[in-house]
């Protein structure tokens, strides 16, 4: 069993940053193996990837957040981070934390983020 919870998410201007935090707890065997990632969806959208890293560190970002997000993850893999800087309005959208192993997906709860201008 895992479970995955975000925070960080809140009310920001346009050109502010933000960091998004998420906790994994449960079996320390499968988060250590899971690919993390982040993901928004706003109402009406389908949910999109916004940035992942696999337990080898192998990176990747969605286009529209290039150069101005940055996903890391803590030593010990318990803790994956989404630091997003220069935030637009367009980036508003509740943020999911995501753990992949396999074909099995655990999500967190989402964490809102506002952008205004």
């Known amino acids: 069993q895992v479970q995955l919870a975000e925070s960080g998410g809140g009310l920001v201007q346009a050109g502010g940053s933000l960091r998004l935090s998420c906790a994994a707890s449960?079996?320390?065997?499968?988060?250590?193996?899971?690919?993390m990632g982040w993901y928004r969806q706003v109402p009406g959208k389908q949910r999109e990837s916004v940035a992942s890293?696999?337990?080898?560190?192998?990176?990747n970002y969605g286009d529209s957040v290039k150069g101005r997000f940055t996903i890391s993850r803590d030593n010990a893999k318990t803790k994956v981070y989404l630091q997003m800087n220069s935030l637009k309005p367009e980036d508003t959208g509740v943020y999911f934390c995501?753990?992949?192993?396999?074909?099995?997906?655990?999500w967190g709860r989402g964490t809102q983020v506002t952008v205004s201008s």
């Open positions: 995501n753990g992949r192993i396999f074909l099995q997906d655990y």
């Open positions: 449960g079996s320390f065997n499968r988060i250590s193996a899971m690919e």
């Open positions: 890293i696999t337990r080898d560190g192998s990176i």
